[in-house]
């Protein structure tokens, strides 16, 4: 869902007036993200999710949410919310059956009667051009020729009554609206997405994703992959450092499957899954990172350099004494100095 509907009788309600404002901004936050993932209002195993994971999926902060009240509950280790808009969700739902369906059919129901040719946006039925050649049209049909008695031809109006009939205006074609393309999924991505290119910091975002897995940049990002691109880019702006796309470009390179409590690593291998399940993967990479104690590559202590040996053979102390004395008596000084 792209919009949230709130009715008067939720902030007119005794929940939301017994809450502080703390807790209303904490429901705000709760109810537009799981519109957005579209799961009726409950957060599953969100128990065990820390301040990373509620910062990056709802933007709030694991404390705020420890305690239930009037806006949200905790149901074992599920988060409930309440006043979401379900009727909503199983409207589109349905919108989006009726939209596959529709699709398999060729994007259109049969009908006995011609569709005329135009482009999807034009104002069929309101343009003068289109009633004037219906207008000459029906003048054609409602005036014939006949023969008179000396062979003359004359022009003769079977129109009855006086008035000239009205031109018929063509009914207006249907096509889906923006509220049905936009229901789904596929076709918002593809038609609305934002252009990376237009962003420096998402182009630099994608491409550092993209060093992440070496199979990831054999190949160009489809339209659908960069809109999942900009999106995980925007709800990550300002909170992933270069040391976060360091950890994941490791966590990645690991062959390591689990940490130590047998809880599997999430890796998943298609780009639009990594980039529409950014904080989870960054969650998992996180987990990876304090199992291993994993450092970045600036925070690695350096080893230390050898001492390095002096030049030229090792002579020791008694050596040198001898040859110098063999020395001296070869040139006639005697053997001590």
């Not at 049969?110 to 039925?125: A, I, K, L, Q, R």
């Not at 002096?310 to 004494?321: F, H």
Request: hydrophobic share 35%.
């Amino acid at each position: 869902m792209e919009y949230i509907n709130i009715p008067l009788y939720v902030i007119r309600s005794n929940e939301y007036i017994g809450a502080d404002p703390t807790q209303r901004a904490t429901w705000l936050s709760l109810v537009a993200w799981s519109c957005d993932q579209e799961n009726m209002g409950r957060i599953a195993g969100a128990r065990s999710w820390g301040d990373r994971r509620w910062m990056q999926s709802c933007g709030v902060m694991a404390s705020e949410v420890a305690e239930s009240c009037g806006l949200f509950r905790w149901d074992g280790d599920d988060l409930v919310i309440s006043f979401y808009p379900a009727d909503a969700q199983r409207e589109i739902e349905r919108k989006r059956e009726i939209a596959r369906a529709n699709g398999r059919k060729g994007g259109r129901k049969p009908t006995s009667e011609p569709m005329p040719e135009t482009n999807v946006g034009s104002d069929v039925g309101n343009q003068p051009w289109i009633a004037n050649e219906a207008s000459l049209e029906s003048e054609k049909k409602g005036k014939e020729k006949k023969g008179n008695i000396e062979g003359e031809t004359t022009t003769v109006d079977s129109t009855p009554g006086e008035e000239e009939p009205a031109a018929p205006v063509l009914p207006a074609q249907s096509f889906p609206n923006r509220e049905r393309l936009n229901d789904v999924r596929g076709m918002r991505c593809a038609e609305n997405h934002a252009d990376p290119g237009a962003s420096p910091g998402a182009a630099r975002f994608m491409a550092a994703c993209l060093d992440i897995n070496p199979s990831w940049s054999r190949t160009l990002p489809t339209a659908i992959e960069q809109a999942a691109a900009f999106e995980a880019y925007q709800s990550a702006q300002g909170r992933v450092a270069p040391r976060d796309m360091e950890m994941l470009k490791a966590y990645y390179a690991s062959p390591l499957a689990r940490d130590r409590h047998d809880k599997a690593f999430w890796r998943p291998d298609s780009r639009r899954k990594f980039w529409e399940c950014f904080g989870d993967v960054l969650t998992h990479a996180d987990r990876w990172a304090k199992g291993t104690r994993w450092k970045p590559a600036a925070a690695r202590k350096k080893p230390k350099p050898e001492p390095q040996q002096p030049e030229g053979p090792v002579v020791d102390t008694d050596t040198a004494a001898a040859e110098i004395r063999e020395l001296r008596e070869e040139m006639g000084l005697g053997g001590e100095p």
